[in-house]
């Protein structure tokens, strides 16, 4: 089971990134993925969680109405809209069977991280 989070980078407050968590060894069909984040200082915080089979979405109030996520075969994405500077963090996309948990803990695996900088 792996999990690669990528598209992470520097962009300028309102601006948007795309992130990307790639998937192998297991299906989508039986795992929520979440993003989280974490900035420096910080406990690690939900964003954004997809699961498995129904596809249920749930978003942080942080960023409702800014980020979407969405998912395909493998592949599971966080559209991040009108970035403001305390959007910056590590951002980290991680698994749990079937449905979308609430804490960090509780969730199997882990993709790597990957940064994002709101600055201008």
């Known amino acids: 089971v792996q999990l690669q989070a990528s598209g992470g980078g520097l962009v300028q407050p309102g601006g948007s990134l795309r992130l990307t968590c790639a998937t192998s060894g297991f299906t989508l069909d039986y795992y929520a993925i979440s993003w989280f984040r974490q900035a420096p200082g910080k406990e690690r915080e939900g964003v954004s969680c997809?699961?498995?089979?129904?596809?249920s979405i749930y978003y942080a109030d942080s960023v409702k109405g800014r980020f979407t996520i969405s998912k395909d075969n493998a592949n599971v994405y966080l559209e991040m809209n009108n970035l403001k500077p305390e959007d910056t963090s590590v951002y980290y996309c991680?698994?749990?069977?079937?449905?979308?948990?609430?804490?960090?803990?509780?969730?199997?695996?882990w993709g790597q991280g990957t940064l994002v900088t709101v600055s201008s």
């Open positions: 997809i699961s498995s089979k129904d596809g």
């Open positions: 991680a698994a749990h069977a079937v449905f979308c948990a609430l804490a960090p803990l509780e969730y199997d695996y």
